[in-house]
């Protein structure tokens, strides 16, 4: 090792152990309410696991903090036939009516913490602001493929319905099958989380999720909700379904489910 070089190694490796010390400090005794919001979890589980679940989550999102995009891949790596995974075509009264309509009725209920609640009609979101992306989706039950997704960012969904109010955590995408998934901030400002209506090119098939899902790239397959129906800001996510954020914690998978 020369000599000039390690100065700047003790140096960069003090910075790295004094961003580590405060990262756990921060971790263990708690933080100011803005900034748990963007790293912690809504709720905190207990013992190892728990332990786990936040330093991932605020590792990641100190890491993420200027929102880089997760990797978009080139035309040629779309998988031909993309699966359908988990539900793929809702008993739901309600949404067999709409299909049977060919969608022409599904409306999207954007309420809540919100400065004008409103409802979008499919053709209304496909005017909108469009974004397409070919990424991963990644499985946590050990598949992946590549996907062209078109759809509408959900901030210019927000945007439509006036903004978030400042009291606004979360936003919380429900679906058809009585999934729902509550997402911070940082994730619902990400510019590739869309309202996705397009898969490669064509309207999104009933098994994917029609006729919209999110897309919520950084995340493993479970948070990218298929049969989209609402979108409510919330506070908290305390009082929506067992309270620990989404339906797959609710089941004891992590909130945080960044792949
Ligand atoms: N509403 C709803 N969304 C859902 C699911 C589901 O069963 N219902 N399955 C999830 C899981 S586990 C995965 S991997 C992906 C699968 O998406 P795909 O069917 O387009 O492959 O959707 C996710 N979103
Ligand atoms: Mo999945």
């Known amino acids: 090792m020369s000599n000039e070089s390690s100065p700047k190694l003790i140096t960069s490796r003090r910075r790295f152990l004094m961003g580590a010390a405060g990262l756990s400090g921060l971790i263990v005794t708690g933080c100011d309410a803005e900034t748990a919001s963007s790293l912690l979890p809504p709720t905190r589980r207990g013992g190892l696991v728990g332990l786990a679940d936040r330093l991932t989550m605020a590792s990641q999102r100190l890491l993420m903090a200027n929102q880089p995009l997760a990797q978009e891949h080139d035309p040629r790596d779309i998988t031909r036939d993309f699966p359908t995974w988990g539900e793929t075509n809702p008993e739901d009264e309600e949404y067999q009516r709409l299909l049977a309509g060919g969608f022409e009725e599904w409306r999207l209920e954007v309420g809540g913490l919100v400065n004008t609640p409103t409802t979008l009609s499919l053709s209304q979101l496909k005017g909108m602001k469009r974004r397409t ?22 901030t210019e969904v927000l945007a439509v319905a006036g903004g978030l109010q400042p009291e606004a955590r979360y936003v919380v995408v429900t679906a058809f099958d009585g999934w729902y998934e509550g997402f911070d901030r940082f994730d619902v400002e990400h510019p590739q989380t869309i309202l996705a209506y397009g898969l490669n090119g064509r309207d999104l098939p009933r098994g994917n999720g029609a006729p919209v899902r999110l897309r919520v790239e950084r995340h493993c397959g479970y948070k990218h909700l298929k049969f989209v129906k609402s979108i409510e800001a919330v506070a908290s996510m305390e009082h929506i379904g067992r309270g620990t954020g989404g339906i797959n914690s609710d089941w004891g998978f992590h909130w945080y489910a960044g792949a």
């Open 133 to 154: 992306q070919i990424t991963s989706h990644i499985c946590e039950q050990g598949w992946s493929a590549i996907g062209e997704w078109t759809g509408t960012p959900l």
